[in-house]
């Protein structure tokens, strides 16, 4: 209690110093500009009470922590074009077991959008992590690890009714070195898609994915293949929806495992009462890689609903539900109990932010999540509660 007494009292203090020299340096903020350059230094600080931080069944080991995390937000406009570079680096220190938990995580971002005459264009999206929390949701460890994440979409319209699109999606990750080399895998995937639009703000649409899963020390390396149709559609301007199904084939190079074919899934929809308040939806089910002894993959089905709502011109609340569900398809033993693992996850958010000035804001969160699986020593629950202060020009 004493340490979490002192870690408290270091981040608050922090926070005033921090804040009296920005007050002092900057009465007016201001996007510094030059030409088409534009630059956002920022610093956040977050505070967390963590009532469960390796996120056990039982022995529950609470912590508060602290982040500060320093960045920089640089963009470029030019006319129809844009770029932009994000960085930030998170500094992490917890009041128990700092040895072994505190963190130093970074995020580079990188994005491009090019729109061209008759309506083509092409956006890019990079994004490198070097980070610490769990890697999938069916795992609970904390693991270093490195991932970079790419995306590349063009686009271009042959008709008044046909628009064609090319998206390749690339990530790697590598994980702390004879830790879990298990885990270090490459992902590529290849799809072109074709939208139809038959009706006025409603388009049918076909889409081809195309991938390689490639491990560097494991044997469950594999190909696959998805075909999906769907909908989209604009029912008004404020409400949009899209909804695509089909089918994904897993073909394993090694013949030791077994090949299989999954329904997938996903939807899609963000509704715009007014410019104030929205609600958005996202539904998805496929299968994912597992780790959990014999399972190469678990299927999952996982969705999440936000509602976001403006109390006033400076005050936004925000809630949001969802969750996951996890299904096994080998059999395994777990405390001398034979079955095939199931988990479920609920997860809740609520969360609320005041605008003091443009350079300022405040805001307070609080999450909770619950995982019960038919294997109890995969059950946990985890409270987190938070305060951040954001500062920027």
């Not at 594999?222 to 301007?237: D, M, Y």
């Not at 709502?309 to 109990?337: A, C, M, R, W």
């Amino acid at each position: 209690m004493f340490k979490l007494k002192k870690s408290m009292k270091s981040f608050f203090g922090a926070f005033l110093i921090s804040a009296m020299v920005f007050v002092s340096s900057s009465v007016r903020a201001e996007t510094l500009k030059l030409g088409p350059f534009q630059f956002r230094p920022y610093v956040k600080f977050r505070g967390i009470v963590d009532d469960n931080i390796y996120l056990q069944s039982e022995d529950k080991q609470e912590s508060f922590i602290t982040e500060i995390s320093p960045g920089l937000d640089l963009k470029i406009l030019l006319k129809t074009h844009f770029l932009g570079l994000g960085c930030h680096f998170d500094l992490i220190k917890y009041s128990e077991e700092e040895e072994k938990n505190d963190a130093k995580k970074q995020n580079i971002t990188l994005l491009a959008d090019f729109n061209f005459p008759d309506k083509a264009y092409l956006k890019l999206r990079s994004v490198f992590r070097e980070t610490a929390d769990p890697p999938i949701v069916e795992l609970t460890e904390r693991v270093e690890h490195k991932d970079t994440d790419i995306q590349a979409k063009i686009g271009f319209r042959t008709s008044k009714k046909v628009v064609c699109e090319l998206q390749t999606v690339y990530n790697s990750y590598a994980y702390e070195e004879g830790y879990s080399d298990e885990y270090d895998r490459n992902e590529l995937c290849i799809s072109p898609v074709v939208f139809f639009q038959f009706l006025p703000r409603t388009s049918v649409l076909g889409e081809i994915n195309y991938g390689t899963i490639d491990y560097v020390t494991r044997s469950n390396s594999s190909g696959f293949f998805r075909l999906k149709v769907g909908l989209r559609k604009e029912v008004t301007p404020r409400f949009s929806l899209t909804i695509k199904a089909g089918i994904e084939s897993r073909d394993y190079e090694e013949e030791i495992f077994d090949d299989f074919s999954a329904v997938v899934f996903n939807v899609e929809m963000i509704e715009n009462f007014s410019e104030y308040s929205s609600l958005s939806l996202f539904i998805e089910s496929k299968p994912c890689e597992s780790f959990y002894l014999n399972n190469t993959y678990f299927d999952s089905t996982h969705g999440f609903l936000k509602f976001r709502q403006n109390l006033s011109h400076k005050v936004i609340g925000s809630i949001g539900l969802g969750g996951y569900s996890n299904k096994y398809p080998q059999i395994t033993t777990e405390n001398n109990i034979s079955q095939k693992r199931a988990d479920s996850i609920l997860e809740g958010t609520v969360g609320l932010d005041y605008k003091v000035q443009e350079w300022v804001s405040l805001g307070v969160g609080l999450r909770y999540r619950k995982r019960d699986s038919n294997f109890d020593s995969y059950d946990y629950d985890n409270t987190q509660s938070s305060f951040n202060v954001s500062l920027a020009f």
